[in-house]
């Protein structure tokens, strides 16, 4: 029955593997995938001073990470499609995570007996990761679940996932100073990359030191403090943006509110398993390192919502990753028979329950019409790009749209009047955004319409139907050149 169990799950880790590599072809678009994209472009063009990614201004950007800038290398040595470059990403990255996931996970079996049992329990941690969430589906960036992994895969928040993964191996293992040096690099690669899982990968770090068995000996604490000032330093270093800026920035707390909302539906199966687990391994030892990194991330997280930081709600990777793993690790580490054959059972029914919420990411690499009526129902349509404006607009022409379109526009080439992200470091965005939302509104003014258009060189306006009113289109002459999904149009900009 064990062997049975342990090549079950090295099995259903395989397919789910290949299933991700399939979505991976089909680079289904969400959220930030045009902001990325955007980044990738604009570093293909100019790998020294790329400038805002999203809007024309020279300034700079947190989009522009160690990881980015590899893969904007990668574009303009292969001269290779922004997406085709975003789809090896996503290859490399989920790599790096399965890799990590094995690494970290043998850190915990030392002295297991065969190396099918930790092929088996780094399996399983890795079906925990992605299924074992709650009955209510969660999209995020940062999170892994299937659903949210498969539509972020080519983000750096996977690859930034994928490397705390090695970091907290590391961590766990590091007796000389390459170790620790190279922990501080890599721990500086991983904030760069993607601030809120730096967070997590800290959290995570913390919790892998103070959880050490033996307790460190003072020789490593100072090669620890070693490299984390060389992480420091490599962050303050950084050129393309000022890390450190970020703690003072603002905006971020109401988009991030619903981190806060049904709890219970999204995470209800990895709180009850994935929390007796970890109640299992703080009974037998008081400063276990995933009750440690679980305990760190649920702090943060009640204080982020007891004060109003919203934001703060993206440190729930730190607690739900260390109670996946261990929920996973009890089945193949509990002390006893009975409770390692519990835990089977309990983590193998909610992983199944974990599938079927997530099943509908079959939709992203089959049609609907291939797909049983049940699982099409829980198919979500994803985001459809803008590939049709691009036989008119050219790289660097200025476009205006609303938030949207704005989401997924500067992807091609050309940039947006307005962010469709919050953008940080640009000082002007408040006054972008009037601009925009005063140029759609119906009593605007021709003569400030025809404003907004000559001080941002604006050559091309896109809108859903309904959006432009017809005193601007008929006072600023725009001629329609193109109609999308869903009845946008392609302005013309009349140029003097």
Do not use: N
Request: aromatic share 12%; glycine share 10%.
């Amino acid at each position: 029955m064990r062997a049975a169990g342990s090549a079950l799950a090295r099995v259903a880790a395989l397919l789910l593997l290949v299933l991700l590599v399939a979505v991976v072809v089909r680079l289904p678009w969400a959220g930030d995938l045009g902001v990325h994209a955007a980044t990738v472009e604009r570093l293909r063009h100019d790998l020294l001073d790329p400038g805002d990614p999203l809007v024309a201004a020279d300034t700079p950007s947190p989009y522009y990470t160690p990881w980015t800038l590899l893969l904007g290398c990668a574009a303009k040595v292969t001269g290779l499609g922004v997406f085709v470059v975003l789809r090896g990403a996503a290859l490399v990255s989920l790599a790096v995570l399965v890799a990590g996931v094995w690494s970290f996970t043998g850190t915990f079996l030392a002295g297991a007996a065969g190396r099918w049992r930790r092929a088996a329990a780094s399996a399983l941690v890795l079906l925990s990761l992605t299924l074992l969430w709650g009955t209510t589906l969660f999209d995020w960036s940062g999170f892994l679940g299937l659903d949210s992994l498969a539509l972020t895969v080519s983000y750096p928040s996977t690859f930034a996932l994928g490397a705390a993964f090695w970091l907290w191996a590391l961590l766990r293992r590091a007796s000389a100073w390459a170790h620790f040096l190279a922990a501080g690099a890599l721990w500086a690669v991983i904030l760069l990359s993607h601030q809120f899982t730096g967070v997590v990968a800290s959290l995570g770090a913390a919790a892998m030191v103070l959880g050490a068995r033996p307790w460190p000996r003072r020789p490593a604490w100072t090669r620890l403090a070693a490299g984390l000032a060389l992480g420091l330093l490599l962050l303050a270093l950084w050129p393309y943006y000022p890390f450190f800026d970020l703690f003072g920035v603002g905006g971020l707390e109401e988009i991030h509110r619903s981190l806060y909302r049904d709890l219970l539906g999204r995470f209800w199966l990895a709180a009850l398993v994935g929390g007796a687990a970890l109640a299992l391994r703080w009974w037998r030892d008081r400063r276990d390192p995933l009750v440690l990194f679980c305990l760190f991330g649920a702090v943060v997280f009640a204080a982020g919502g007891l004060s109003g930081h919203w934001s703060w709600g993206r440190v729930l990777p730190a607690v739900l990753i260390p109670a996946q793993v261990a929920a996973a690790l009890e089945v193949f580490g509990a002390p006893r028979r009975a409770v390692r054959a519990g835990f089977g059972w309990a983590v193998a029914g909610a992983l199944l329950a974990g599938a079927w919420t997530q099943c509908g990411v079959l939709g992203y690499v089959l049609p609907r019409s291939a797909l049983p009526s049940a699982v099409a129902a829980k198919y979500w349509e994803p985001w459809r790009g803008y590939h049709w404006i691009t036989p008119w607009v050219k790289y660097g022409d200025v476009v205006l749209a609303k938030k949207w379109p704005a989401r997924q526009i500067p992807a091609y080439g050309p940039y947006t009047l307005a962010p469709g992200y919050p953008d940080f470091f640009l000082p002007d965005e408040e006054e972008r955004l009037a601009a925009v939302r005063a140029y759609f509104a119906a009593d605007t003014s021709a003569g400030r319409r025809a404003q907004v258009l000559r001080r941002y060189e604006v050559r091309w306006v896109v809108a859903y139907p309904g959006e432009v009113p017809r005193s601007a289109r008929g006072a600023q002459g725009l001629e329609r050149v193109a109609v999308g999904p869903r009845g946008q149009s392609l302005y013309r900009v009349p140029q003097p």
